[in-house]
């Protein structure tokens, strides 16, 4: 399935695609792409010391992965709302959770669907990673605007960076369970059941479809 516009949806609807997708690709991870001893949550972390609770109603979630042996969370895989691009403090607080999460050990993968803005000029992948290479250039390519970032919370950190573009399809990406070893996560199946569970009015906004 190509790459939508989501620029054109208001947070709120984009937030029911985004519970959708979660629960895709959790569901893809303990269906047989994470080893044995590692599994998958859904959770909302309140603090950028990365504290779990049970996820409240109309907040965003992460997926965590946690092995067994003591379970402790070893990845996240976090979906970029607009709520974390619409002003710098919230750019600022989402960047602070992914460096403090590398700082600890976890890794991280990014998924950013929407373009660059003015409180992340180099999109949400070069915000996180300005703060590990302050001179490294970010710039996204003109034509594939949208950065999937795999993070090796390696020392120092690592980064593995694809790019999309709009009606293309998401490409698989690396999810780092250890500095050395990760999982190839195919994006695309999930993000196809997410999109045709939404409702028809959205997807024809999305589409740009008359009503």
Do not use: C
Not at 62 to 71: E, K, L, P, Q
Not at 110 to 139: Q, S, Y
Not at 166 to 195: H, I, M, N, Q
Request: hydrophobic share 45%; net charge neutral; no cysteine.
């Amino acid at each position: 399935m190509p790459l939508h516009d989501w620029s054109s949806l208001g947070n709120w609807a984009f937030h029911d695609f985004h519970l959708a997708w979660v629960a895709e690709l959790q569901k893809t991870l303990n269906g047989g792409s994470l080893p044995a001893g590692f599994y998958a949550m859904a959770e909302h972390h309140v603090d950028s010391r990365l504290t779990a609770s049970a996820s409240p109603k109309g907040k965003r979630r992460t997926i965590a992965i946690r092995h067994v042996s003591g379970h402790r969370i070893v990845a996240l895989i976090e979906i970029v709302s607009p709520a974390n691009k619409d002003r710098k403090a919230h750019v600022t607080t989402f960047v602070n959770k992914m460096v403090a999460a590398l700082q600890l050990g976890i890794h991280v993968l990014l998924i950013d669907l929407f373009p660059p803005g003015k409180h992340d000029t180099d999109g949400m992948h070069g915000a996180v990673w300005n703060r590990f290479e302050p001179d490294e250039d970010n710039t996204l390519p003109d034509d594939r605007p949208f950065a999937i970032a795999s993070y090796a919370a390696s020392n120092p950190a690592k980064a593995y960076v694809s790019f999309a573009a709009l009606g293309a399809a998401l490409p698989a990406a690396p999810l780092f369970l250890t500095p050395e070893r990760f999982v190839s996560l195919e994006l695309e199946p999930g993000y196809t059941e997410a999109y045709h569970g939404m409702p028809e009015f959205w997807r024809n906004v999305i589409e740009k479809k008359p009503a």
